[in-house]
């Protein structure tokens, strides 16, 4: 059977979902491509505006993507968790791409809460239920103490 090509693709404010994007890319030998949103995000300002628009389910402006979804057969969405939903950056991919995603999986980390709900407002944006999914505390992140949740996450996407 033909080798199944695989894309990560993430956004990432502070670092958390970007280190789980590169250890989720080597489990799955997968490309990647990290979502750059053109709105300053830094500082308190930038959290609060970014709360805001996360709850209002606004879109932003992000950079033109290098990858076409439509030439891997698994795309694995990341996203930090902001107001309980997906980020703004990661709402703007899914809702521009919906139409060329293959099979999904979906990756967030958290302060603490929001898991469940940003993984339904990310299945039912796409139009796709996820073959996994795996939430990550950023206390978990920060302490290297995440490596078997990724390998499973890994396995679990059946690539
Ligand atoms: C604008 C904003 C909103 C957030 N909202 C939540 C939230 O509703 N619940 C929560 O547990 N954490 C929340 N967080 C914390 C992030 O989900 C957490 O720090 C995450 O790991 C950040 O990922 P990153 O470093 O990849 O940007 C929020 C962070 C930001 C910046």
Known sequence: MAERKCLVVYYSRSGNTKKVAGAVAEGLGADVEEIIDRKKRSGPVGFIIGAVHAKLKKLTEIEACRSDPASYDLIVIGTPVWCG?????????????????????????????????????????????????????????????WQEQVADFVRRTGL
């Open 85 to 145: 939903t997906m980020s703004c950056a990661v709402r703007t991919y899914i809702s521009r791409l919906r139409d060329r995603l293959p099979e999904v999986a979906f990756f967030l980390t958290t302060g603490s809460s929001g898991t469940r709900g940003t993984f339904k407002d990310m299945a039912e944006l796409s139009g796709k239920e996820p073959v996994a999914c795996l939430g990550l505390k950023q206390k978990q992140v920060r302490k290297g103490d």
